[in-house]
């Protein structure tokens, strides 16, 4: 529904892209895939690599309370007010996806406050290979996977490595400690994904960082064309 | 007034951020008073009889058109605990958003620019239930079935309880809850009547005090 209409009222209900006051909104990346691929790390290599031309914040949905908040938090990427953390009852997936209300009240809190942002990373905490980002909350979603979580990963598929509008293999730096075929983990998310982009990334080596930014720069950049 | 409209607003998947909360299991839980659907029930029993009876007069007094402003002050006085204020708060404003959405109307726009950080949750669903064309009755089953689910479906999460265990406990406990209903009624009409005065002021003090550590606990599954 459109509350266009009025301008000065209360919040808006939905994804609307303009906020009451009849402002674009903030463009709302979601960072989503299992446990331990790199989510937090991936958020916090972009708030470095886009924070000194962009206005920035992220919101956290961890299973416990605040760990990937105070991570970012201890690793200073961005300043404390920017970043807020969503409790979710233990369950993600419904968190972003089933029931997106706390994190609505999250980003909109965000602009709010800090605002005007031009973009909002919202993180899951680690979940499974079906837990999609609602597109009542997000504008676009990456999916994180990682080289270490089991090479067959791409192949296996599920709505996260089909259906992002772009899929992270994180970690490429440990494929020859753990017998990762990088080769065919590009070929398989190729086939699953067809013209959706794929980018492999390294952490460590800072591989991969950059690419993932520029996508970022281009989804902001049809956002507010 | 429709049937089905009650439907939609209890059920466990309307997503007005329901799920993040334990209804005070978690910390229940972990000081040992939950270890079972014995436990389960009692505790249950507990919240419908105290602050189950409150969200349920309530709820079914918003629907009677008390005034909301009125009446989120007549919950504030009835919940000691500013955490478990503030989870209210919070919930209310989630149920505010899913609800205009669902039964867009003047009036529950103007509820949000009244509370732009949230009303008390039952107010809230009173108005909602309002809104869908329920009656007071709904409003107050609403409240207190949510009274009671909420702590049920988190228990099975926490102690990884036989869910069929904790349904026969929300099954067991569903004549209680029919008069629980009939005594928030009635005090909702009375306070329609006589002012917000007439509500029920029944809370457990435990559940407020245990509210409070776990507000402050560093890691917690449950935002309250
Ligand atoms: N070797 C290597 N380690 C990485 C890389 N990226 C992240 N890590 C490490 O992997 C671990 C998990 O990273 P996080 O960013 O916390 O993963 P996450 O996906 O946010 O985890 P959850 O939120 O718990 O699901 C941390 O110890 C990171 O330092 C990488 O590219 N290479
Ligand atoms: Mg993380």
Redesign the interface.
């Known amino acids: 529904?459109h509350l266009d209409h009025?301008p000065h009222?209360?919040?808006a209900?939905?994804a609307d892209a303009h906020r009451p006051d009849g402002t674009r909104r903030a463009l709302r990346i979601g960072l989503g895939g299992p446990v331990g691929s790199g989510k937090t790390a991936t958020v916090a290599a972009l708030c470095r690599e886009l924070r000194d031309e962009l206005s920035l914040a992220v919101v956290t949905n961890d299973?416990?309370?605040?760990?990937d908040a105070e991570f970012l938090l201890r690793e200073a990427v961005l300043p404390p007010e920017r970043i807020t953390a969503v409790?979710?009852?233990?369950?993600p997936h419904?968190?972003i996806r089933?029931?997106?209300?706390?994190n609505?009240?999250a980003v909109e809190d965000l602009e709010e406050t800090v605002g005007p942002l031009d973009l909002i990373l919202v993180e899951s905490g680690g979940d499974n290979l079906t837990a999609t980002f609602s597109k009542g909350l997000v504008d676009a979603q990456i999916f994180v996977i990682d080289v270490a979580g089991g090479d067959d990963i791409p192949r296996k598929g599920g709505p996260g490595v089909t259906t992002a509008d772009l899929l992270v293999v994180n970690k490429t730096d440990l494929a020859p400690y753990v017998g990762s075929d990088l080769a065919r983990m590009a070929a398989d998310a190729k086939t699953q994904r067809a013209e959706l982009p794929v980018v492999l990334q390294s952490l460590r080596g800072g591989s991969g960082v950059a690419d993932v930014a520029a996508w970022v720069r281009e989804r902001l950049a049809a956002w507010t064309a | 007034m429709t049937r089905a409209a009650l439907l939609v607003l209890a059920d466990g998947r309307f997503p007005a951020g329901g799920h993040a909360h334990s209804g005070g299991a978690e910390a229940a839980v972990k000081a040992g008073r939950i270890t079972g659907a014995g436990d389960l029930e009692d505790f249950c029993r507990g919240r419908l009889h105290t602050a189950g009876l409150v969200a349920g007069a309530l709820a079914a007094a918003a629907v009677l058109g008390v005034d909301p402003r009125e009446l989120d002050a007549a919950a504030d006085a009835r919940t000691p605990s500013p955490a478990l204020r503030l989870a209210a708060r919070r919930l209310g404003r989630q149920l505010l958003r899913a609800a205009r959405a669902s039964w867009p109307c003047a009036e529950l726009d103007r509820v949000a620019g009244w509370f732009p950080k949230g009303a008390h949750q039952p107010v809230v669903l009173g108005l909602a239930a309002r809104a869908a064309g329920l009656g007071p009755s709904d409003a107050a089953y609403c409240a207190l079935y949510e009274s009671v689910s909420g702590p049920a479906t988190a228990t099975v999460r926490l102690l990884s309880l036989d869910p069929f265990d904790a349904t026969g406990v929300l099954a067991r406990l569903a004549p209680e809850l029919d008069a629980v209903a009939e005594s928030a009624v009635g005090a909702a009409g009375r306070a329609a009547a006589r002012g917000v005065a007439a509500l029920p002021a029944a809370s457990g003090p435990l559940l407020e005090i245990m509210a409070e550590a776990h507000a402050s606990w560093p890691a917690r599954l449950f935002a309250s």
């Open positions: 529904m009025l009222g209360p919040a209900v939905s299973i416990y309370t605040r760990e409790e979710t009852g233990a369950c419904t968190a089933d029931d997106i209300s706390a609505l009240e």
